[in-house]
């Protein structure tokens, strides 16, 4: 890298990844939900994925048990951690509230669900034990949440799972992907210990379909189900690409999260791409200490893919925004010196119904800087599906019943990820819970 930011100080990483959105007191939790109005037809639960009973979770906050209230958004969504922390509630419960009819603040549901649940980890974490067990197993390829929640609902029925993850840390994106001012590894794995103590077991550092066949675990078990999300980012195709300081965006996430030596950050950066991990990426490289981040997207601001919160957190931040751009090429002798991008247009819709860009004519710059993070959207793992025998895949995904999560071939089942082609976490949740009471159906009648 040819001029990296100052390190940071274990304290200035502490502060600078500081949490953006702190938890309630108990009395201001207390406070909020009593500003419910516990509609009969609940809106909020039938808008989220999961339909987490939300009147009656938030009820019990009212009436000073926190622990029924986790146990409520548990018995519904066995991640109800992480998705108070992740969920775009803005468009799914909150922005779903009755408040918002009156022109009134609508419910912090989020935040009341985060209170339930920062309790509940705080207050001895378990659950009921696992129904009588029925000599059943099933594989789980992939740890992230797909799986997990697979896992949980299976354990709730007696069935055995194993979970395979090919990383050393199980959580998936959770524990690897998210910004850590958002959600932090450990508290990922807070939530793992938990679908661990239902019964689940994790082998984690084992790459499926090559250290183990997946003949050997269609021998083994009774049914698989398939949560390995996505693939590398995809690359840009464009000429210096293979120069030092060029790095998939879910790679420097992964790392400034997980590794102990935190890694550097250029001093000015590019991030290439506008969707929600790119948004993670660029924040993430201003807290490590980037004087100078510019985000590059090939589409204007009505077309960003990223939530409209996220878009805000940028701009907080200081992040500048190309629109209608696209790196050209990267340019540098030995390592990135600066990106050439080519001014683009927006044409008629393309097959996805959104106007296409397209280069305009001879319209050509160059921003310079040290550091370029690519952030185009995840590959598909299509060489991984076509080991699973008779499993259906379309366009790079796995094609389900979409309400049993079983695939063409009976014995397989998927979700998340490498079904949706990358959604929420909560999206995610909601499609290993139906994968697991399909699997359970489907073994236990």
């Known amino acids: 890298m040819r001029q990296a930011a100052p390190p940071l100080s274990a304290a200035d990483f502490e502060g600078n990844f500081a949490e953006i959105h702190p938890p309630l007191a108990p009395q201001a939790a207390i406070a909020e939900a009593n500003r419910c109005l516990f509609c009969f037809d609940a809106p ?100 992230g949440p797909a799986s997990l929640a697979c896992a949980a609902e299976l354990r709730r029925r007696g069935v055995a799972v194993t979970v395979f993850d090919a990383r050393p840390l199980p959580g998936g994106l959770n524990t690897y992907g998210i910004a850590d001012y958002k959600f932090r590894p450990a508290d990922s794995l807070r939530e793992v210990e938990l679908v661990r103590s239902m019964g689940v077991e994790f082998r984690c550092g084992v790459q499926v379909g090559s250290q183990v066949a997946i003949e050997e675990l269609e021998r083994e078990f009774n049914a698989i189900f398939v949560g390995v999300g996505l693939g590398p980012t995809e690359a840009l195709g464009v000429p210096g690409e293979q120069l030092a300081g060029v790095v998939d965006a879910l790679r420097f996430i992964a790392e400034y999260k997980t590794a102990e030596a935190k890694p550097r950050v250029g001093r000015r950066v590019v991030v290439v791409g506008a969707g929600n991990t790119a948004i993670d990426a660029a924040t993430a490289a201003v807290r490590l200490g980037a004087e100078e981040v510019t985000i590059v997207y090939r589409r204007g601001e009505r077309e960003m893919p990223a939530f409209k919160y996220e878009y805000e957190i940028a701009k907080q931040d200081g992040i500048r925004f190309e629109w209608l751009a696209q790196p050209a090429a990267i340019h540098g002798a030995t390592c990135v010196e600066g990106v050439e991008c080519a001014r683009m247009e927006l044409g008629p819709p393309d097959a996805t119904g959104r106007r296409a860009p397209r280069p305009a004519p001879g319209v050509v710059f160059r921003l310079d800087c040290d550091m370029v993070i690519t952030s185009i959207g995840q590959s598909r793992l299509v060489a991984f599906l076509r080991q699973c025998r008779g499993v259906r895949v379309e366009s790079g995904r796995v094609v389900v019943n979409p309400r049993t999560g079983q695939t063409a071939n009976p014995k397989y089942f998927a979700g998340g990820d490498c079904v949706n082609g990358g959604r929420e976490v909560v999206d995610a949740v909601a499609e290993g819970k139906r994968a697991g009471q399909g699997i359970a159906q489907w073994l236990l009648g």
């Open 44 to 143: 909020c639960a039938t808008a989220c994925p999961t339909h987490i009973d939300v009147p009656r979770f938030i009820k019990k906050i009212s009436s000073g048990n926190p622990r029924g209230s986790a146990l409520t958004i548990l018995d519904a969504n066995i991640l109800g951690l992480s998705c108070s922390r992740v969920c775009p509630v803005d468009v799914l419960c909150e922005g779903a509230c009755v408040m918002h009819h009156d022109h009134k603040a609508p419910i912090e549901i989020g935040r009341l669900q985060r209170h339930a649940m920062d309790y509940f980890y705080a207050h001895g974490p378990r659950l009921a034990a696992a129904g009588r067990e029925t000599g059943k197993r099933v594989a789980a390829i992939g740890g």
